[in-house]
């Protein structure tokens, strides 16, 4: 069966930045676009940032300028590049294409300490 495993989560001060890599199956990865989306406890599942096939970008406004993606399509992997972290940034971060597969995997936990 197809899976997402997401990876470089952790704690990290205010400022601080992280690097998520997301290892996607190709079904998933030859898709338009990819996606990363989080969720903060309480709250439902968002968007963060995409990106297409072609290169181009797109980011939440609460994101941009901070976080960067992009993709190697040699290694069916997605990144997700966050710097200058805020406390509000904390969620688990999963990648997916955009529009999403209905299946999920199962994340990495971005603690952002203030």
């Known amino acids: 069966q197809v899976q997402l495993v997401e990876s470089g989560g952790g704690l990290v001060q205010a400022g601080g930045s992280l690097r998520l890599s997301c290892a996607a199956p190709?079904?998933?990865?030859?898709?338009?676009?990819m996606g990363w989306y989080r969720q903060a406890p309480g709250n439902q599942r968002e968007l963060v940032a995409i990106?297409?096939?072609?290169?181009?970008?797109n980011y939440a406004d609460s994101v941009k300028g901070r976080f960067t993606i992009s993709r190697d399509d040699a290694k069916n992997t997605a990144y997700l590049q966050m710097n200058m972290l805020k406390p509000e940034d904390t969620a688990v971060y999963f990648c997916?294409?955009?529009?999403?597969?209905?299946?999920w995997g199962q994340g990495t936990q971005v603690t952002v300490s203030s």
């Open positions: 997916n294409s955009y529009p999403a597969f209905g299946f």
């Open positions: 190709e079904i998933i990865f030859r898709i338009n676009s």
């Open positions: 990106i297409t096939r072609g290169g181009t970008t």
